[in-house]
């Protein structure tokens, strides 16, 4: 992990995970330069494995190891056990990279409060240092992706325009242009996998280098002997760098456009990620803007300081009235129809939550099954779209070729993922997915994983569940009794008995050491105060709408 | 949770075509800022379910009266309407005609990779856009002539879809 890795990466290639952000969610067909990188990738269904030292990985396992350092090293700062996390995803991230991104952090032991898109993260550190109303962009140039989000701040709101970008263009990109002027300049044959890794980290340098000095002697000498040294100069660079600068601008123009605004329209422009240090990305940002961007705070912890922001609001700490988030999907969801094509469901930049629903028909007389393919992308045919998930509704009675009415319903939650349910109409026949086990892990592979992690620490695993339901059991209780205090009118006196009764059951499994136990008593009074909760939030709207009128027609 | 409620009376909004934007916009910031499922994170599974349900209807009924097309849509539903029954697809002979000639204007533009061609045309046909906006309000909010908003309507989706295709063909010519 971290620095230790970093060294480790030229002696030991093949087993340094170096930018694994890159393969979540993504086959092996996925990745671009797989010629140019030192693994040994293992083609498995739905997501690429990397046979390491250490056995075959995934992506979710790599990021799960860095998630449980990165915990630990939470608990030791903050002195206790962590309650929760808001992840931070690309926002260009689609559903497959988000679900395998959650799935390494419960593989780590990580409750998710919410995954949170890095540029909005982003906007929350600025907005609120800055107190800003407006439009704004945000520009966000990492080591392996690059996100563009439009946003506009209103009294404490950031609604989330349009977002685009692409998941696999970063800094690694600009790293690979130097070596390839490296290996040019030194004519150097076939690389070995440590020598292709050292010249890796020496464009790197040279890169940072040219952050501060207008060029760099680039010293190379290879494990064959062969050697370069040659100096590279900052416009050098620049021109190797103007081809990854347009791809940036194209995602920033669509962004614009879906959003419905020119650049005159923008307010500022926040740069975030480490790449945005180069001088030659500012200057494209700033020209293509027509405005210096905003630079103030450090790119590479903008994200995350905006994220421990809304994880203390999302874990209850503030009042909650200071700021909302109101974020979109980045990617239209939709399903195959007949002929290979895509049918959009949910278009791209739709604010989440949201759920939308398409009725769909048989084509054959006597069908009595569907089969259903979801989809996420802007392309027509449905073979250029990612493929979330394929399943089949069955059991439809048969009757005359279109006659069935077949309702599809997508639900996308507040972090961005994906549900699909499947219904006839006429019968009632009903089927649904958790749009997840069609690639990547489905939860038979987390449970296994998670049980290997804990083979040789089983009572640790133990007490580590119990010890959450305990927390959570302690927090429902607290939360059901004073929402009871608060709103008894709304309650009939049985439905308060039923509730008493549910949750004096609760409390004596707390003092008992069943964690399944403790799990099913929580479920069981989450069910018997689902009317309750509709019922006070019903008065909530009430109350809050009855405002709005008074201020709009006093 | 109502849902026999029409999305205007969810913001406290006349169902009418004209729009009050800024009432809309605070009405809908202040019903997110009491459901949204970022409020409820600490709380109980059944108080986030709710407030999933809440903020996917409240961004659902936005959504809808924002935009141009969907709100006449949904006015005519209220009225038993389908605005955009496949089997009335009935269209004056004038507009299609200009139709024609945009679609010319747009193949002409991206053949001489012409952005000023562009740029010019996408005001044209916001002009219109906005034009057949206040025939709606007179159809649907003074006159109540619901089939001739149900033309209008349609037309308007035509108008969308030509400035997608502008979309589409700066996005071919800025590479």
Redesign the interface.
């Known amino acids: 992990m971290g620095y230790t890795a970093q060294r480790a990466q030229s002696q030991d290639p093949h087993n340094t995970l170096i930018s694994v952000k890159r393969f979540m969610g993504r086959g092996l067909k996925d990745i671009d330069d797989v010629a140019s990188m030192p693994y040994h990738f293992v083609d498995a269904p739905g997501m690429v494995q990397i046979k390491t030292i250490a056995g075959v990985k995934s992506p979710v396992e790599v990021s799960a190891e860095i998630l449980k350092v990165l915990r630990a090293r939470a608990e030791s700062a903050l002195g206790g056990e962590l309650v929760g996390a808001v992840i931070t995803v690309p926002a260009y991230f689609d559903d497959a990279q988000r679900q395998a991104t959650k799935d390494a952090a419960q593989l780590a032991g990580i409750n998710v ?2 995954l949170l898109n890095e540029p909005t993260a982003a906007a929350i550190a600025y907005g609120l240092d800055n107190t800003s109303e407006g439009v704004f962009a945000v520009y966000d140039l990492g080591g392996g992706t690059f996100d563009i989000s439009i946003l506009k701040l ?2 404490g ?1 950031f609604e989330v325009l349009a977002t685009n970008g692409d998941s696999a263009l970063g800094g690694d990109d600009f790293d690979q242009r130097v070596f390839c002027w490296m290996v040019e300049k030194g004519r150097f044959q076939p690389l070995s996998a440590s020598d292709m890794r050292l010249l890796l980290t020496k464009a790197r340098d040279a890169k940072e280098a040219l952050t501060e000095h207008l060029d760099v002697r680039v010293t190379v000498v290879l494990s064959t002997g062969e050697m370069m040294d040659a100096t590279l100069t900052q416009a050098e660079f620049n021109a190797m760098a103007s081809s990854l600068l ?1 791809k940036t601008l ?1 995602p920033t ?2 962004a614009l ?1 879906d959003a419905g605004l020119t650049v005159g329209d923008i307010k500022g422009v926040v740069m975030v990620g480490g790449s945005t240090r180069m001088p030659c990305v500012r200057q494209a940002v700033a020209e293509f803007f027509k405005q210096a961007p905003l630079t103030n705070l450090d790119p590479d912890k903008v994200v995350a300081l905006g994220a421990a922001m ?1 994880a203390d ?4 700490n503030r009042a ?2 200071d700021w ?3 974020d979109v999907i980045p990617l239209s969801l939709g399903l195959e129809t007949m002929g290979g094509l895509t049918e959009k469901v949910i278009p791209r930049n ?7 629903a398409q009725e769909f028909t048989t084509f054959k007389d006597g069908q009595t099954a569907m089969s259903v393919h979801v989809l996420q992308g802007e392309r027509e045919l449905a073979v250029d779209c990612r493929s979330l998930a394929r399943f089949e509704l069955r059991g439809i009675p048969p009757m005359v070729a279109g006659a069935a009415r077949i309702r599809v319903t997508f ?1 996308v ?2 972090d961005g993922l994906l549900s699909v349910s499947a219904r006839e109409q006429s019968t009632g026949v009903e089927t649904s997915v958790q749009v997840k086990p069609s690639y990547g892990l489905a939860d038979d592979d987390i449970t296994r994983m998670l049980k290997d992690a804990f083979t040789h620490a089983r009572d640790d695993m133990v007490a580590r569940a119990l010890n959450e339901q305990i927390v959570d059991a302690n ?2 209780i607290a ?2 009794r004073a929402a009871m205090q608060e709103d008894s009118a709304l309650l009939a006196a049985d439905e308060a008995a039923a509730i008493d009764a549910s949750m004096a059951a609760l409390e004596k499994l707390v003092t008992q050491t069943d964690h399944l136990a403790i799990k099913r008593g ?2 069981a ?3 018997v ?2 009317d ?3 019922r ?3 008065q ?2 009430r109350r ?2 009855a ?3 008074l ?2 027609f006093g | ?2 849902f026999t409620q029409t999305h205007f009376a969810l ?2 909004l006349p169902a009418t075509y004209a729009l009050d934007r800024e ?1 809309l ?3 809908y ?11 409820f ?7 986030q ?4 349900q ?3 209807r409240a ?2 009924a ?2 809808t009266l924002k935009h141009p097309v969907d709100r006449g849509v949904y006015l005519l539903q209220l009225q038993g309407i389908d605005a955009l029954d496949a089997h009335n697809t009935q269209m004056a002979p004038a507009f299609l005609m200009q139709q024609m000639e945009w679609r010319e204007a747009i193949d002409d533009a991206r053949g001489a990779k012409r952005v000023d061609a562009l740029d010019a045309l996408m005001d044209e046909l916001r002009i219109t856009h906005r034009q057949i906006e206040s025939q709606l309000i007179d159809l649907l909010d003074a006159k109540q002539d619901f089939e001739g908003a149900r033309e209008a309507v349609r037309q308007l989706r035509f108008m969308d879809k030509l400035i997608a295709e502008v ?1 589409d063909v ?2 071919e010519l ?2």
Request: glycine share 8%; no cysteine; aromatic share 6%.
């Open positions: 409060l919410r209103s009294k709101v347009s194209a123009r669509k456009r809304q609001v999302l874990a209850g909650g009235d909302l988030l109101l739709t604010t989440i939550p949201t759920a939308r639900q939650d507040a927090g429902l939360a059901t929580i479920e009074l989450n069910a105060t689902t309750f909760a509709q006070r939030m019903d909530n709207v809050a709408m405002g709005q009128k201020e709009t | 949770m109502d913001f406290g009432h916009d605070r009405a910031r202040e019903m997110q800022n009491t459901v949204h499922p970022d409020r994170a600490a709380q109980s599974d059944a108080e379910r709710v407030a999933m809440w903020a996917t961004n659902e936005y959504r979309g700066y996005e800025e590479g």
